[in-house]
């Protein structure tokens, strides 16, 4: 499955965005889909993942409280919301889909998007 991450811009601290992992190639209903984010100069991080059915999400403990993760298996998307962002949160935003477990480890997943660059500015 190809994935299509979209969403990212420029706002302001305190702000929100939704982000949008949307895939081609296959159906992502089948597959856990998750979230991964990598700000200049440091590694990548798990931000939150969400299983196949959206019956369950998972979160940073950092992240939680903020970002909301839902799914839309009809449109073949899968939705970061994003609240009350901060200058930390700046970063390019990957999502990404596993078909056997859900995960927080980035090398657990084999399809990706290219990412979307969310700038949060103070």
Known sequence: VQLQASGGGLVQAGGSLRLSCTASGGTLRSYHT???RQAPGKE???VGAIT???GSDYYADSLAGRFKLSRDNALNTVFLQMSNLIPED???YY???VLEQISSRATDFRSWGQGTLVTVSS
């Open 95 to 97: 999502c990404a889909a």
């Open 90 to 92: 700046t970063a390019v």
């Open 44 to 46: 990548r991080e798990f």
């Open 34 to 36: 998750a979230w991964f």
């Open 52 to 54: 196949r059915t959206g």
